[in-house]
Nanobody, 123 residues
């Protein structure tokens, strides 16, 4: 399956963006999908995940501001980001896999990745 992210861009602090992760050549059904982010010189950081069961999990830094959702019929996962802060600036990646609950935040446990979409929060 190929993953394609979109929806990134430049936004003012306090603004919103909705990222989209679309799968082609396969399906998300039965798999977990996660969003990670990365800035230059830093490791990839867990943002949010939705497991095959539909349960959702968030990093503390984004809890209450970001919402992950999935539409299996459309093979699409979304990340609604509200109340954006400058520290949210990063390249955002979606990933698919079946890690166990305790390994959700480990990027090495995710099987396949998209190419990333840049999010810049700046005035």
């Amino acid at each position: 399956v190929q993953l394609v992210e979109s929806g990134g861009g430049l936004v003012l602090p306090g603004g919103s963006l909705k990222l989209v992760c679309a799968a082609s050549g396969g399906t998300f059904r039965g798999y977990g999908v996660a969003w990670f982010r990365q800035t230059p010189g830093k490791e990839r950081e867990f943002v949010a995940a939705t497991r095959a069961t539909g349960t959702t999990h968030y990093a503390d830094a984004v809890k209450g501001r970001f919402t992950i959702s999935r539409d299996n019929a459309k093979n699409t996962v979304y990340l609604q980001m509200n109340g954006l802060k400058s520290e949210d600036t990063a390249t955002y990646y979606c990933a698919v896999g079946q890690p166990i609950l305790s390994a959700l935040r480990d990027p090495h446990m995710w099987r396949q990745w998209g190419q990333g979409t840049q999010v810049t929060v700046s005035s």
